[in-house]
C-alpha cells in the first residue's frame, strides 16, 4: 500500500521536521496563540469529542489552530482523530476516506484501518480526493507534535449540502461506537472581506457552533453569504460527536498577523461531552 506524500509542505507550512517543530512551537507561543508549548496529559479528563479548527498557512492561522491543540493536550488524547475538510479541489468522491498513510516532515502519521472499513456507504475510499488537498494535511504535524505514533482517518468533503453531513455523521457515529475518538472540522471563516465585515458574519456563524446548532451553522452561511469553506465539516462533526457545551477558544483573521484591507477568519472551537 503506497502512502500519500504531502502537497502543500514547504508551502503551507515548512518542508522539514527542524523548521516544523519550530513552527508549531512559535504558533504556541505567539501573542495570538494559548501563550505556552503544552504538555500530553496521559491521564486527562477527555472530555473533548470535537473542534473546530483553521487550515490556511500556518503564520496566519497557525496561532489560532495551536488553541485547539493545546486543549487537546491538556485533555489528554483519543485513541484517533478523525479528520473531516472541505475538498478544494473538487476531485474524487463527494464524501472521502483513504486508506494511505500520511507522510508529513514529522514521519508516518497512520490510518485507522478498521475505522476505515466500517466506513464505505457515503464515506469511500479514494485517495485521489486527498492527493492535492491541504485542508486535512496541515492538521498533522500538530497532532504528530503532540503524538509521534498518532492514528487519523481522513474525510474529504466534496459535498456539502445538510443531507450530505447528516447521513456522513450517521456513518461515523456507527463506525466510532466502541472507539475513543475526537472529531476535527478543518476550516476558514470568511474568505478575503474587510475585518469587520469578517467579523459580524463569523461571529454570527460561530454563535450557532457555540448553540450546538449545525442546520443553523448552514442557514447562516447561506443566507449571510459567509465564504466559509468548511460548513459541511463543520456540521457533520456537530452531528456526529455528540457533544453537549461548546467553547470558543479564539478568533482571529489574517489582518491581526500582517495588515490587510481583505481578510481571512480563523476561529478554534472545542465540544466537550
Not at 498557512?57 to 478523525?82: C, K, N
Not at 486527498?130 to 498518532?150: G, M, R
Not at 456539502?160 to 471563516?189: C, F, G, K, W, Y
Request: proline share 7%; aromatic share 6%.
Amino acid at each position: 500500500m503506497t502512502a500519500r506524500h504531502p502537497a502543500v509542505a514547504g508551502q503551507f507550512y515548512p518542508g522539514n521536521e527542524m523548521q516544523v517543530r519550530a513552527e508549531i512551537e512559535a504558533a504556541f507561543l505567539s501573542p495570538l496563540g494559548p501563550g505556552e508549548v503544552p504538555e500530553v496529559v496521559g491521564d486527562g479528563r477527555r472530555s473533548i469529542v470535537g473542534a473546530m479548527v483553521p487550515h490556511a498557512g500556518w503564520m496566519y492561522s497557525g496561532p489560532v489552530a495551536a488553541h485547539v491543540y493545546a486543549a487537546l493536550a491538556r485533555d489528554g488524547l483519543p485513541e484517533t482523530f478523525i479528520i473531516i475538510g472541505p475538498n478544494h479541489h473538487g476531485a474524487g468522491a463527494p464524501v472521502a476516506t483513504t486508506t494511505q498513510d500520511f507522510i508529513t516532515p514529522l514521519g508516518l502519521a497512520t490510518i485507522d484501518q478498521e475505522i476505515v472499513r466500517r466506513l464505505g456507504r457515503y464515506v469511500v475510499d479514494d485517495p485521489s480526493a486527498h492527493l492535492f488537498e491541504h485542508s486535512i494535511e496541515v492538521q498533522v504535524p500538530f497532532l504528530q507534535y503532540l503524538d509521534e505514533d498518532v492514528s487519523i482517518v481522513p474525510i474529504s468533503m466534496g459535498a456539502q449540502d445538510p443531507h450530505t453531513a447528516a447521513e456522513t455523521a450517521a456513518e461515523i457515529r456507527n463506525a466510532v461506537a466502541d472507539r475513543d475518538v475526537v472529531i476535527l472540522a478543518s476550516t476558514d471563516m470568511s474568505h478575503y472581506v474587510p475585518p469587520e465585515v469578517a467579523r459580524k458574519k463569523d461571529q454570527a456563524v460561530i454563535d450557532k457552533v457555540l448553540a450546538l446548532d449545525a442546520t443553523g451553522v448552514y442557514d447562516e452561511v447561506v443566507s449571510r453569504n459567509v465564504t466559509m469553506c468548511g460548513y459541511g465539516p463543520v456540521m457533520t462533526m456537530l452531528m456526529a460527536c455528540d457533544g453537549t457545551k461548546a467553547e470558543l477558544l479564539q478568533y482571529a483573521n489574517s489582518g491581526d498577523v500582517m495588515p490587510m484591507q481583505e481578510v481571512v477568519g480563523y476561529a478554534g472551537i472545542v465540544v466537550r461531552r
